[in-house]
């Protein structure tokens, strides 16, 4: 999985530090969000079953703010900054539409984002 820079203040993230792998392909993009505790190499294998193994999507896995390769602010661990980290994701991506999913705690995060708001 090929890393794309740390998304920082130019991205509308606030300087949250979210990382953001991705695997290019065509449309629908699925966005993967990670659990607690957990960062975006847990989605590894879908990510590569759903762009390399003949699916040919793009796929970008969130490493959120305080996991994996993200920076380390000193506040927005909620689940509604979560949210809006993720949508500003999507945004900076200017991915349309894209197929959110989530494991355990990162499942309520794309319920709660809303790109472009």
């Given at each position: 999985m090929e890393s794309t820079p740390a998304l920082g203040d130019s991205s509308g993230l606030a300087g949250c530090g979210a990382?953001?792998?991705?695997?290019?392909?065509?449309?629908?993009?699925?966005?993967?969000?990670?659990?607690?505790?957990?960062?975006?190499?847990?989605?590894?294998?879908?990510?590569?079953?759903?762009?390399?193994?003949?699916?040919?999507?793009?796929?970008?896995?969130?490493?959120?703010?305080?996991h994996g390769e993200s920076a380390v602010p000193a506040s927005g661990f909620d689940t509604a900054t979560a949210a809006s980290d993720v949508a500003a994701v999507i945004g900076r991506l200017s991915l349309e539409r894209p197929i959110l999913a989530g494991q355990s705690w990162g499942g309520n995060v794309p319920r709660m984002a809303r790109p472009g708001s």
């Open positions: 990382t953001a792998p991705a695997l290019g392909g065509r449309p629908p993009g699925f966005v993967l969000v990670h659990g607690l505790a957990s960062n975006a190499r847990l989605w590894r294998g879908v990510s590569e079953a759903l762009s390399n193994g003949g699916a040919g999507h793009a796929v970008t896995a969130i490493d959120l703010r305080g």
